[in-house]
């Protein structure tokens, strides 16, 4: 009985920690995929990354799937190798500024780290050094604007629905596809919440009732 009771503590304990409010899991590096529901045409059907989160400064995002009709060479004639790589409209604010993603093995100056080997610059110096360096959309991609959310916004958003709360690895952040990348992102939430519905109805009571009467019987 004991052994019973302790697995399914175990179970309880795992179903509270990933079953809870989305916005617990909210930090740098955090992926944000719009709800098919959010007509703001300046996120619909948007995927984001955070690049800054701080709860008492607010988060600021990046739009990683809105290509534009706008190439490198276009922003940056002057670079050579500045090809037809498109720019990315990464929000609404700010759109006269560029900033890129980059991948490093390591840190490098002026850049700040994301995820992983996902750094984030705004110097114009490393990113024209990158576009003269040929640096491919697998690994250099430069956007116009941002997002961004004052202390508590966004963890409001998230409580309405407007948002689901994703952890990827970079790959995500330079998906070879990014027009389809909502849609993909969007039917994997769909299937974990429909699987989550398969599962019970709620966690409480799935293991904390069962869990309870088993220990009066300990």
Same mark, same amino acid.
């Given at each position: 009985?004991?052994?019973?009771? *302790?697995?399914?503590?175990?179970?309880?304990?795992?179903?509270?920690?990933?079953?809870?409010?989305?916005?617990?899991? $909210?930090?740098?590096?955090?992926?944000?995929?719009?709800?098919?529901? $959010?007509?703001? !045409?300046?996120?619909? +059907?948007?995927?984001? %990354? /955070?690049?800054?989160?701080?709860?008492?400064?607010?988060?600021?995002?990046?739009? /990683?799937?809105?290509?534009?009709?706008?190439? $490198?060479?276009?922003?940056? !004639?002057? /670079?050579?190798? &500045?090809?037809?790589?498109?720019?990315?409209?990464?929000?609404?604010?700010?759109?006269?500024?560029?900033?890129?993603? %980059?991948?490093?093995?390591?840190?490098?100056?002026?850049?700040?780290?994301?995820?992983?080997?996902?750094?984030?610059?705004? &110097?114009?110096?490393?990113?024209?050094?990158?576009?003269?360096?040929?640096?491919?959309?697998?690994?250099?991609?430069?956007?116009?604007?941002? *997002?961004?959310?004052?202390?508590?916004? %966004? +963890?409001?958003?998230?409580? $309405?629905?407007?948002?689901?709360?994703?952890?990827?690895?970079?790959?995500?952040?330079?998906?070879?596809?990014?027009?389809?990348?909502?849609?993909?992102?969007?039917?994997?939430?769909?299937?974990?919440?429909?699987?989550?519905?398969?599962?019970?109805?709620?966690?409480?009571?799935?293991?904390?009732? !069962?869990?309870?009467? *088993? &220990?009066?019987?300990?």
């Amino acid at each position: 009985m004991c052994g019973k009771l *302790a697995i399914g503590l175990v179970a309880a304990a795992f179903c509270f920690a990933g079953g809870n409010q989305a916005e617990q899991r $909210l930090s740098t590096g955090s992926i944000l995929v719009a709800s098919d529901k $959010l007509a703001d !045409p300046n996120f619909a +059907e948007s995927v984001i %990354l /955070i690049v800054h989160y701080d709860p008492d400064e607010g988060t600021v995002g990046i739009v /990683i799937n809105r290509r534009t009709e706008i190439t $490198l060479s276009q922003i940056f !004639p002057k /670079i050579k190798h &500045a090809g037809a790589d498109p720019v990315y409209m990464g929000g609404p604010v700010g759109i006269t500024a560029a900033q890129a993603l %980059l991948r490093s093995p390591e840190k490098t100056e002026q850049t700040t780290q994301v995820l992983g080997d996902v750094y984030l610059t705004g &110097a114009k110096d490393v990113i024209e050094k990158s576009i003269g360096a040929h640096t491919g959309p697998s690994k250099f991609r430069v956007y116009v604007g941002y *997002a961004g959310w004052a202390p508590g916004q %966004l +963890e409001t958003e998230i409580q $309405l629905g407007a948002w689901s709360v994703m952890n990827r690895g970079p790959k995500v952040v330079f998906d070879e596809d990014p027009d389809s990348l909502w849609t993909r992102l969007t039917h994997e939430s769909h299937l974990q919440i429909a699987f989550s519905n398969l599962m019970g109805i709620s966690c409480s009571q799935i293991f904390v009732e !069962p869990i309870q009467r *088993a &220990a009066q019987h300990v």
